[in-house]
């Protein structure tokens, strides 16, 4: 079974979740490390073949020019500063990231929901309620490649071709949620019996979210990622 889910989020978000996973000053961006941790997130997502769109490539190149840049030798007599090879993408990102904060504010000015919000500020209380917003994409990858490290590639491809299994962990998903209101993404993983069945475990959850049977949602920022019926 080939999972194909719309990925709504584009490379300036995977590099702005880095950063803040990694808790990282925008303006003093580690190249090489984002670049590595990018590298593994693209590559996670071509095995799960999720759409990957070529800007996630024009980014990698971008990423690898600004490496080579910063590796040059610079002159030991410079009249002037010499730019800052991450200037121009530390701009972008501060551009994107205000525009999805005004977008964020005004879906949830829009939104009628009392309970899920899309992205409201961390630790947020509604009279006592437990609230959450929407996982994305990055969060549920992350905590995918947390539990299936060092996993060869022959594994992933191993589940990938077999639809029985990703089939078999979709209906035992929706039974369980029959029964409860909501299940910990941490949890599915520790009850697996091996990394196949991790792996088919996490494909089901993607097909699911794509059919809009569940939702992935988080308490706060990298916080643990629960499953709840739609």
């Given at each position: 079974?080939?999972?194909?889910?719309?990925?709504?989020?584009?490379?300036?978000?995977?590099?702005?979740?880095?950063?803040?996973?990694?808790?990282?000053?925008?303006?003093?961006?580690?190249?090489?490390?984002?670049?590595?941790?990018?590298?593994?997130?693209?590559?996670?997502?071509?095995?799960?073949?999720?759409?990957?769109?070529?800007?996630?490539?024009?980014?990698?190149?971008?990423?690898?020019?600004?490496?080579?840049?910063?590796?040059?030798?610079?002159?030991?007599?410079?009249?002037?500063?010499?730019?800052?090879?991450?200037?121009?993408?530390?701009?972008?990102?501060?551009?994107?990231?205000?525009?999805?904060?005004?977008?964020?504010?005004?879906?949830?000015?829009?939104?009628?929901?009392?309970?899920?919000?899309?992205?409201?500020?961390?630790?947020?209380?509604?009279?006592?309620?437990?609230?959450?917003?929407?996982?994305?994409?990055?969060?549920?990858?992350?905590?995918?490649?947390?539990?299936?490290?060092?996993?060869?590639?022959?594994?992933?491809?191993?589940?990938?071709?077999?639809?029985f299994t990703v089939e078999e962990?979709?209906?035992?998903?929706?039974?369980?949620?029959?029964?409860?209101?909501?299940?910990?993404?941490?949890?599915?993983?520790?009850?697996?019996?091996?990394?196949?069945?991790?792996?088919?475990?996490?494909?089901?959850?993607?097909?699911?979210?794509?059919?809009?049977?569940?939702?992935?949602?988080?308490?706060?920022?990298?916080?643990?990622?629960?499953?709840?019926?739609?």
């Open positions: 079974m080939k999972v194909k889910l719309d990925i709504f989020e584009g490379p300036l978000d995977l590099l702005l979740y880095l950063i803040k996973k990694n808790h990282i000053n925008i303006h003093d961006i580690p190249i090489n490390t984002v670049l590595n941790q990018y590298l593994q997130f693209l590559e996670l997502m071509r095995l799960l073949d999720l759409n990957i769109a070529s800007e996630y490539m024009v980014m990698t190149a971008t990423l690898i020019q600004i490496k080579s840049r910063l590796l040059l030798p610079q002159p030991q007599a410079v009249e002037e500063q010499p730019q800052d090879p991450r200037e121009e993408l530390v701009a972008r990102l501060l551009e994107y990231q205000r525009y999805k904060e005004i977008a964020s504010f005004l879906k949830e000015k829009q939104s009628v929901r009392s309970k899920y919000f899309t992205r409201p500020p961390a630790n947020i209380e509604v009279d006592g309620r437990e609230i959450y917003f929407e996982a994305s994409i990055f969060d549920l990858i992350n905590a995918f490649k947390e539990a299936v490290k060092d996993v060869p590639k022959d594994v992933f491809y191993e589940v990938i071709k077999d639809e962990e979709i209906h035992y998903i929706l039974h369980l949620l029959m029964n409860k209101p909501k299940v910990s993404l941490s949890g599915l993983f520790s009850q697996a019996r091996n990394n196949l069945e991790i792996v088919a475990i996490f494909l089901a959850i993607l097909e699911l979210i794509k059919l809009q049977e569940i939702a992935a949602l988080q308490e706060g920022a990298f916080s643990d990622i629960i499953i709840v019926r739609k």
